[in-house]
């Protein structure tokens, strides 16, 4: 499985930018696929995640109504739309991927084996 994360740049606040992670290597329905994210000095924080097969996405509260998620089938690509940036948003950003069943410890990284580079995300004020 390979994960490309692309998209990534330097905006300002309550601008907007776009995500691509292209995955590869298998087939994804019966896999989630998500977001992480690490600002200097802090830990990596989940921010979201897709089922694959369904199209569902789920959210932290930090980014909801402002972040959303959407998958490209036929593409295979992953996306992440992000809205009303704000200097907190400023990390970098990665794609992750893990089989089905999603469990309750999801926003723990480690649950996530397969991740792509990050795509580095400034938001100036």
């Known amino acids: 499985v390979q994960l490309q994360a692309s998209g990534g740049g330097l905006v300002q606040t309550g601008d907007s930018l776009r995500l691509s992670c292209a995955a590869s290597g298998r087939s994804f329905l019966n896999d989630v696929m998500g977001w992480f994210r690490q600002a200097p000095g802090k830990e990596r924080e989940f921010v979201g995640g897709?089922?694959?097969?369904?199209?569902?996405?789920f959210y932290v509260d930090s980014v909801k109504g402002r972040f959303t998620i959407s998958r490209d089938n036929a593409e295979n690509t992953m996306f992440l739309q992000m809205d009303s940036l704000k200097s907190d948003d400023t990390a970098v950003y990665y794609c992750?991927?893990?089989?089905?069943?999603?469990?309750?410890?999801?926003?723990?990284?480690?649950?996530?084996?397969?991740w792509g580079q990050g795509t580095q995300v400034t938001v100036s004020s």
């Open positions: 897709v089922i694959w097969g369904t199209g569902n996405s």
């Open positions: 992750v991927l893990r089989s089905l069943p999603l469990t309750k410890f999801y926003l723990d990284s480690r649950q996530w084996p397969y």
